[in-house]
């Protein structure tokens, strides 16, 4: 059976132009895919490794109430992790068995079966579980830019209350492998790791916004011009953006 993955993280925002200049212009993000739901249009990008980012914005449709809501309450941001699973209906039953019951199950579609954990039971952030069992192949906004110098997406920065708690959730129910433990001498940090290079660290909460990105560029180094631009599109995306250069 295929271990559990940290797949994307997904962003909320208005204005989907700014994810893409940002994700795909100057972070070398390239199309997957993406396409209509009911209320709301979802596309996400790759990276050399780590997990993908999933730009949401609403249309029109009840179906999008959610995203309405976190729009209006919060403004554009990080929205929510989404892990695939091998079983979700097993992966299911070790969440209830652990004392959280998951919310939002979905299995009518054999393609993609999915649950939700409300954030008071997963670290402050909503989080997905899906099953997927087939990938569709749509085309490429007209407005996503060439992808710029090729970056990988390093690490999710995610503040958390309880540590232990959280470590538990990825360790024992998401996939996730430990690598970095607390260090009572310090402030308190532990890193997750999955199979697809993606990479969690759990640190305890420091100013206004719960989770940060990072990305490093493999070969090109920023110039002064855009990381003056990649700081403004994060800032209008209501997401805290990290860029280096490797």
Not at 85 to 110: F, H, K, M, Y
Not at 150 to 165: M, S, Y
Not at 205 to 226: I, Q
Request: hydrophobic letters at 40%.
């Amino acid at each position: 059976m295929k271990p559990a993955i940290f797949d994307h993280v997904a962003i909320g925002t208005r204005a989907l132009s700014d994810g893409w200049q940002l994700f795909g212009g100057l972070l070398g993000g390239t199309w997957v895919y993406g396409g209509d739901s009911p209320g709301y249009w979802w596309g996400q990008l790759r990276f050399s490794s780590g997990p993908k980012i999933e730009l949401l914005t609403p249309t029109v449709g009840t179906d999008g109430a959610f995203l309405e809501r976190f729009l209006s309450s919060r403004g554009p941001g990080p929205h929510h992790f989404t892990f695939i699973v091998a079983n979700l209906s097993q992966t299911l039953s070790d969440v209830r068995a652990s004392g959280i019951e998951p919310v939002g199950v979905d299995v009518s579609n054999a393609e993609w079966k999915e649950a939700f954990l409300h954030p008071r039971d997963a670290c402050g952030i909503v989080i997905q579980i899906a099953e997927q069992h087939a990938m569709p192949k749509l085309a490429p906004p007209a407005e996503l830019p060439e992808p710029g110098p090729a970056a990988a997406f390093e690490l999710v920065e995610h503040q958390v209350t309880d540590i232990p708690g959280a470590t538990k959730l990825f360790t024992e129910l998401l996939g996730a492998e430990l690598v970095i433990t607390p260090d009572s001498q310090s402030r308190d940090v532990t890193e997750l790791t999955w199979s697809n290079g993606a990479r969690l660290r759990l640190v305890e909460p420091v100013g206004n916004r719960r989770t940060h990105l990072h990305f490093a560029r493999l070969s090109a180094k920023f110039r002064t011009s855009e990381l003056g631009r990649a700081a403004d599109l994060a800032e209008r995306l209501g997401t805290s953006v990290h860029v280096r250069d490797n």
